[in-house]
């Protein structure tokens, strides 16, 4: 399980980076670049498919996952760009960032799960700390005409929580599905674009290589990576340390110039990697077996 866990959290490493990627990606519009990505996400699992170990006949898929997986992966950025284009982001981006507390609580719904107090409160030191860094340490503002931007923010993480704790009821199912969710996303993706938007293309070799390491990591082999961490590792410690990045993300604008370091940035480090080593207490700091035999052994 150690293993599997570790397997997701690097699909968290690799969300840190989508910050960074998005904003060197230029003036792509949300949906033509969630196009753009997840068709070169669907192509990480073709290549995959066809360099990797020769596959079994798999049995066939139940609708059911079909519609957990387009509807989680599309579902989510749906209404994450829709709520960015109704509410101020920060007060948007935090809302959002409820899915890891969610996914942590969900899992006490799932079979075989226990859920410990150190999960919640773990969880909820990395939503303070994301709190922190949203808000830049300005606090929030909450105001009622932007209700419709809130509510689709709390969609939004509702998607990606159910979206997760769903795909562990499904750990049969192989993890090479998310190629097609992938390319579903990028199909519906595109048809949002073109009603909604109008197309710009990256301007420069710069522009487009951010775009090629977005498909090929945040929106692409993350998702491979998550897929397998939900399904065989450990759900509640994952969705705590999912907090972690937002604040890597923050690490990484800060090495490449693109924010400041401040305190509240500090203070959010400590409270992020403090709740995630409380959530993975059990898992880091395993009782050790005594070392003295039993008569007769």
């Not at 066939?60 to 957990?68: K, L, S």
Request: hydrophobic share 55%; net charge neutral.
């Amino acid at each position: 399980m150690g293993r599997a866990t570790l397997i997701g959290f690097s699909a968290v490493m690799m969300w840190a980076l989508l910050a960074l990627f998005t904003d060197a990606s230029g003036a792509v519009p949300p949906f033509q670049l969630s196009a753009m990505c997840f068709a070169i996400g669907a192509g990480v699992g073709l290549v995959a498919r066809a360099f990797g170990p020769s596959a079994k006949a798999a049995a066939p898929i139940p609708p059911v996952v079909w519609v957990v997986g387009i509807g989680g992966l599309f579902g989510y950025h749906f209404f994450y760009f829709t709520a960015l284009r109704n509410a101020p982001a920060v007060e948007a981006s935090l809302i959002a960032y409820l899915w890891p507390l969610l996914i942590v609580l969900g899992s006490a719904l799932m079979p075989g799960e226990r859920l410990g107090w150190h999960h919640v409160v773990g969880a909820l030191m990395g939503l303070a700390g994301t709190g922190l860094i949203v808000s830049k340490g300005g606090g929030f503002e909450f105001e009622s005409r932007y209700a419709f931007g809130y509510a689709m923010a709390g969609i939004c993480a509702l998607f990606w929580s159910s979206y997760s704790l769903l795909s562990r009821r499904f750990e049969d199912v192989p993890t090479a599905i998310v190629t097609w969710f992938c390319a579903a996303t990028a199909l519906l993706s595109l048809v949002c674009h073109l009603a909604l938007e109008e197309t710009v293309w990256p301007a420069g070799a710069g522009e487009w290589l951010a775009v090629a390491g977005l498909g090929l990591m945040p929106v692409g082999a993350a998702f491979y990576a998550w897929d397998h961490g939900v399904k065989r590792g450990n759900i509640q410690v994952l969705g705590a340390a999912s907090y972690a990045a937002p604040l890597l993300s923050t690490v990484i604008l800060i090495a490449f110039g693109f924010a400041e370091p401040t305190l509240p940035i500090v203070g959010a480090c400590l409270l992020i990697t403090a709740g995630a080593a409380l959530a993975a207490k059990n898992m880091l700091f395993r009782p050790a077996r005594s070392a003295v035999a039993e008569p007769g052994e």
